[in-house]
C-alpha cells in the first residue's frame, strides 16, 4: 500500500518522451503582497519546477498551516500514485510518493487540510470517501501517513472530486456528488473519527450530472456549496 521515497528521487527526463512531460509549477508571492489589478506579476517569484514526470493539476491540492508553510499533494500518472512536497519558507521539499493505490486502493483527485493541531488530512473519492493523515512536519516521509481508511460510507458511489473544509471549531465540513447526481453534505465534529448521516444538498435532475462540488464558510457561520451541473451526456458548462 506504501512506496517508500526512494522512486521520487530519480528523474524522469530521457525515460518518457518529452512532449508527454508535465511540469508542476508554483509562483509564490514575495513580502505576501498581491499584484495589483491590471498590474504585472513583477512581484511574483519566477516559476520553479517541482517535478518532471506524467502528472495533472487536475488532481492536485495545496494548502498552507498556520506557520506559514504550504503543502502540496498531486496524483502521478493514470491515478496511480500521491506525492507530496512541503514549501518551508526557504524552498520546497523533494517531493516523495507517500501513498500508491493496490488492487483494494484507489486514488482520486485530492483534498488536502491543514490543521490547527499539525496534521495534515488527506481526502479523496474512491467509490467511498477515503481519508489519511500525517504530521505536518512528518509528512515528507511515506511511513508518516496513516492507512487509508474509509470514512463515509455513501448509499451510492462517490464520484469525481470532493471538498472539504475545517472550520474554526476543529469541525470538518465535506461535500461530494454521488454517482447518481445528488450532491451530499457531511461532518465530523471529532478530528475525523466519526461523521455524520449524509444530508442531501440537491437532488439529482433527471437526464444531467452534477459533479465537483466546492464549499467555503460566509461570515456569520452559513455555508455555501456550488457545483458543476450538465446534461447527460454532455459536457460540463
Known sequence: MYREDSGARRSLVGKIPRPFLVFIC???VLGGRLP????????????VILYEGIASSYRT???????????????????????Y?????????LPIDILASTDNLS???????????GR??????????MHSWAWADAANSARAWSVPESVVFPDHAVSGPL?????????FHLVYAASRGDVYYVRSDIEGQSWSTPIVVSQAVPDYIASAPRLDFGPEGQIHVVWNQYPNPGDPA
Open 85 to 93: 512536497s512541503r514549501w518551508d519558507g526557504a524552498e520546497w521539499t
Open 163 to 171: 471538498d472539504v473544509k475545517q472550520d474554526p471549531t476543529g469541525a
Open 120 to 129: 495534515l488530512h488527506l481526502f479523496w473519492a474512491s467509490g467511498e470517501v
Open 26 to 28: 508554483l509562483v509564490l
Open 61 to 83: 491540492a495545496l494548502t498552507s498551516d498556520p506557520l506559514g508553510g504550504a503543502h502540496l499533494v498531486w496524483a502521478l500518472g493514470d491515478e496511480d500514485t500521491y506525492y
Open 36 to 47: 495589483a489589478m491590471g498590474q504585472a506579476g513583477a512581484d511574483w517569484t519566477p516559476p
Open 107 to 117: 486514488l482520486g483527485v485530492p483534498a488536502l487540510v491543514a490543521a490547527p493541531d
